[in-house]
């Protein structure tokens, strides 16, 4: 229950709007946030954006093989998937207290 009876609805207001801009500012450190991802003992490594945007993908020669190009292929999409893992705890860590304190669910579009 609310103390003296009836909630304050500028209050309530206020403090939705502050959970707001709360969220779209946590929102924007994520997409300026980079992560990297590794596979095959780091021979492909992938740099997602914490909002899970691949922006860089870098193959050791090592790893490139032109007879076995699905070796090459399963490498980069496990490293893209291991970046966006970390991207994905990382919104969790970020946006999951904020989503709790806006009503719970969690928010559309993202992956929790």
């Known amino acids: 229950m609310f103390p003296g009876g009836q909630p304050n609805m500028q209050q309530l207001l206020q403090q939705a709007q502050k959970m707001q801009q709360d969220l779209a500012k946590a ?13 095959g ?3 492909v490594k992938a740099t997602v954006t914490g909002a899970g945007e691949l922006q860089n993908l870098v193959i050791d020669p090592k790893a490139v ?11 980069i999409v496990a490293a893209v998937r291991d970046a966006n893992d970390t991207a994905q705890k990382m919104q969790q860590q970020k946006l999951g207290p ?6 719970g669910g969690g ?4 992956p929790f």
């Open 27 to 39: 929102q924007e450190e994520l997409a300026r946030t980079l992560v990297d991802g590794t596979a």
């Open 41 to 43: 003992g780091g021979l």
């Open 65 to 75: 093989d032109p007879e076995d190009t699905e070796t090459l292929a399963d490498l």
């Open 98 to 103: 904020l989503a709790e304190g806006l009503g």
């Open 107 to 110: 928010i559309p579009g993202l």
